[in-house]
Structure formats: structure tokens, C-alpha cells
């Protein structure tokens, strides 16, 4: 089993892995514009050249993230763990089920996007964080001014801005849980 310290690198890794290929992904394809584009049609495997990147690099945040969350957010947040394992097993499914797959898609980003809700709410009541309010808070009113259509944008904005909205809380338990003495 992992020790603690070495999981919570993992809490770090996570998130930093998943937006370097999606970033990779967006600046390797010219076609991406953010006024009309979700971010998984850079994961159109027939569709999108660098769907490897992307897709692979959803697997393997989802993988490092689950790591994290049986691995160390559970000694200090138990309820938190479970929800962002499912958060990571949704992450996975949106990659592995991609555009292709239609509605299957559709549902597996659903899926990510609604566990990021108990997730952060967990966090919030189990670590009494503001940050994890603030984050939800962040994530429901991109979603909210996206369906009333308060600005023009594709779909990739709120999408980017609600996982942007929940890393803050994810990033600071993982360096909290790094940087606790051992007793």
C-alpha cells in the first residue's frame, strides 16, 4: 500500500495532468474554437486527431485520481473519497465512452459533471471549507448562466470553468495531507 505522503503527491498530479492534455489537446488543434466547441470534441476519436492525447489523458487523471482518493483523502475525509473515486470513474468513462459513442457520452459527462456537486459538498461539510463552497458555487453558476444563455459560448466553458471552480479544494487537501507531520 502507498504511504500517505506519496498519495497525496498523486492529489497534486491529478489535476495537473488532466488540464496539460486538455491545454496540449487545445493548442494542437486549430479547428478548436471555445464561442462553439465542447472539449470533448477534441476527443472525437474519428473526428479529432489529437483524441489520444486528450482521451489518454482523462484515463490517467481519473486513474491518479482515484489513487488519491483511496489512498489518502479517505483518512481525512472519508464520505469526500468516495465521491471523487466516482468523480475519477465518471472522468474515465467520458474518455472512454467518447463522442463516438453518442448519447453513451452524453450520460458518462453528465455523469462527471453532477458527481462534482456531492463531491465538493462533502468536502465542504466534512472539512468545513470554504473553498469547497465557494468551487461549488463557482461550477453551479457557470452551468446556471450557460443554460439561460447570459453569455454566448460552446459548451466547453462551463465545462472548463466548473473542474477549474473544484481544483482549488481538490489541490489544497492534497498539499495539507502532504505536508501533515506524522504523528
Known sequence: MMNEKASAQLGILAPLVGHASILLSILLSPWFRWEKNALS???????SSVAPIFNGGLLL???ILLLY???????HAKWTSYFLAACAFSLQLVATFDEVYGRLHFLASVL?????????????LEKRSLLAVVGLVVALASWLLYWTRTYSAGIAVPETLST????PW????AVKTYRKKKA
Request: a neutral charge; proline letters at 3%.
Open 41 to 47: 470534441d477534441l476527443g472525437h476519436s474519428v473526428n
Open 61 to 63: 487523471t481519473g486513474f
Open 69 to 75: 482518493s483511496v489512498g489518502a483523502l479517505n483518512r
Open 112 to 124: 462527471f459533471f453532477v458527481s462534482l456537486v456531492p463531491a465538493s459538498l462533502s468536502y465542504a
Open 164 to 167: 477549474l471552480a473544484v481544483l
Open 170 to 173: 481538490v489541490l489544497s487537501s
